[in-house]
């Protein structure tokens, strides 16, 4: 039996490996390239051939790329000026703009749109159409791409700096044991390292905590959005609507939604929801199907079908959550480093533009042959000096402050607008998610689970779904013979305590129906876990009340399939 501990893993040396192939891994990779050739084109000596090597862990680029999304352009603009004429596939533009309060069963519309949500001028885009768009642009300048290839840890030298890399072993049975088809996981070793894995990167969590990162920074705090395309009846659908709302169905949580038209009469329809919620049993699945019964949303969606399905967290902590963003050998960008205006709900621009920051930095690391971390700390001094800074800035005290409720929170959102976003208290202070959590009592009285606003509207197979009927849309796969990816440190407390206290949060908030706390048949309840329908949104690694579920990367390509979101 072959031992994992002394098993020979392949080497490759590259000159810079980013981690993950979303639009900050992308956007670094071209940027850095470009660098690179801008100054051969005039340099006495020019800069070698660099092997610059992007690895994803989805089955190709794209795959788990989950967004809203209306995307301002301004870092698309810089890093590929003809970016439309290229065949980036924009959806459409963003052509109306409109805000509205949902009542259990009436609409009041803004007789204003607020500026964070005026987007005239922007694209609305499908993110998994953008970012394998952008994988051809970066292979196509001979940049090295490897779907498949999730990475499971960092490699550090005797000083701490950061050396590369190890990725998954592939072929291991549910015991962790090889099977006839073993491969084992590769070690890349790099002068540089970039994590861009998106929010709640698993590689660069560990990072954190070996590296202190965090130190003197605000606890990541996250919201958990979750959508659907609908298929309207030809004709049915003017393209370019950008309308949000708030109200309706989240009363006991703190959020909204999203409706985007398309071309081809589509509709996307989404939900954001904090998850620093008091309520146990938020689910977001739940209530984008119950926001789908009010009158304003009935008669817009008349006649449509679901097409389309997924989440996935977002980082909401903003400019006091993001992390020291280097360190010898490497940098962190993106969503990964929270960079998310959440106030506009925006994050693709800010995840492009650090990495194109970071490589621009990663090429004076290579012109100067200096990886050290006085050397990348100019990619901070960058983000600084960017609109990176200046939008999360302003809005740096927002999600702190909404969390206070929507009408309690507004004269303090209209202070912090006038002091340039610091309002009354500069640095509110935030806590873990979980630790928000209350006893499903509290919240709900007796008897919550039965209560009338946690009742899932009746599925017909057309607009209204199940979970695990809306699962089978994102296309998620994974080996059923492998190892468990979703790690419960300890299922007494999942029985014995959590579910009487909280009714088992991880039942609600997953939003794939993976967790399920099911009868034994002697009054106890036991926790089985569904991993195959896992669509890697990491909720459960951040809402568990008991930090009791550690998400980490299972085999390589397993995970939703993301082609239209």
Known sequence: MTDLETVQRESMEVDVLIVGAGSAGLA????LQKQIHAHNEKASEPIPEQMIVVIEKAAEVGAHSFSGAVM???????????????????????EEDAVYYLGRDTTIKAPITPPPFKNKGKHIVSISKVNRWLGEQAEAMGINIFPGFPAVEALYDEDGNVTGVRTGDRGLDKEGKPKANFEPGMILNSKVTIFAEGPRGSLFQQVCKKLDLRKGKNEEVFEEGVKEIIQMPKGTVKPGQVIHTLGFPLYKSIGGTFIYTLPNDQIILGLVAYLDTEDPLLDPHRELQKLKTHPFLQKMLKGGKVIAYGGKVIPAGGWYSMPKLYHGGMMVVGDTASMVDVQKLKGIHLAMKSGMLAGQTAFEAIRDQDFSEKKLSAYEKRIHDSYVKKQLYRVRNFHQTLSKGVFASLPLIALQEITGGRGLVDNMKVKKDREYTEPAVEIW????EKAEDNQ??????????????SVYMTGSMHDEDSPNHLLVENTDICSNTCEPKYKSPCNHFCPANVYEMQETGSGRKDLVINYTNCIHCKTCDIKCPFDNILWTTPEGGGGPQYTIT
Request: charged fraction near 35%; charge should be negative.
């Open 28 to 31: 670094c990779a071209i940027e």
């Open 72 to 94: 301002d352009p301004a870092a698309l603009k810089e890093l590929i000026p003809d970016y439309r004429e290229k065949g980036c596939p924009i959806e459409c533009d963003a």
């Open 445 to 448: 009285g007796a008897n919550p």
């Open 456 to 469: 899932l509207p009746k599925p017909d197979g057309e607009l209204f779904f199940d979970k695990l009927s």
